[in-house]
Nanobody, 125 residues
Framework: QVQLVESGGGSVQAGDSLRLSCTASGRTFSGYYMGWFRQAPGKEREFVAV????????RYADSVKGRFAIFRDRTKNTLYLQMNRLIPEDTAVYYCAARKDISNNYYSADTYDYWGQGTQVTVAR
């Protein structure tokens, strides 16, 4: 059974940094896309970043490009999201997700097969 477990969320001030982790288990993720999404209160879940597990190719939402970095450590089966220069608009529950689908719509939450439970990130002004 696939499990994705996020950690690293918290409450910070604007301008601070946080690193989220997502430990994956239950299968090999060769050929998978691993992504981060977030959901703020009253809003839909939105794409943040994605990485191909084997090749390490990355894509980012425009709102986080240049501030966030997604990377993975395959030896530890762990996905990371380094978040720098945080702003209040980054406040949300952050989820990691995995999908086998290799189509280009990696930004669509509906195409992901597995999800973590989420970790809260709160950025104060």
């Amino acid at each position: 059974q696939v499990q994705l477990v996020e950690s690293g969320g918290g409450s910070v001030q604007a301008g601070d940094s946080l690193r989220l982790s997502c430990t994956a288990s239950g299968r090999t993720f060769s050929g998978y896309y691993m992504g981060w999404f977030r959901q703020a209160p009253g809003k839909e879940r939105e794409f943040v970043a994605v990485i191909t597990w084997m090749g390490g190719t990355t894509r980012y939402a425009d709102s986080v490009k240049g501030r966030f970095a997604i990377f993975r450590d395959r030896t530890k089966n762990t996905l990371y999201l380094q978040m720098n220069r945080l702003i209040p608009e980054d406040t949300a529950v952050y989820y990691c997700a995995a999908r086998k689908d290799i189509s280009n719509n990696y930004y669509s939450a509906d195409t992901y097969d597995y999800w973590g439970q989420g970790t809260q990130v709160t950025v104060a002004r």
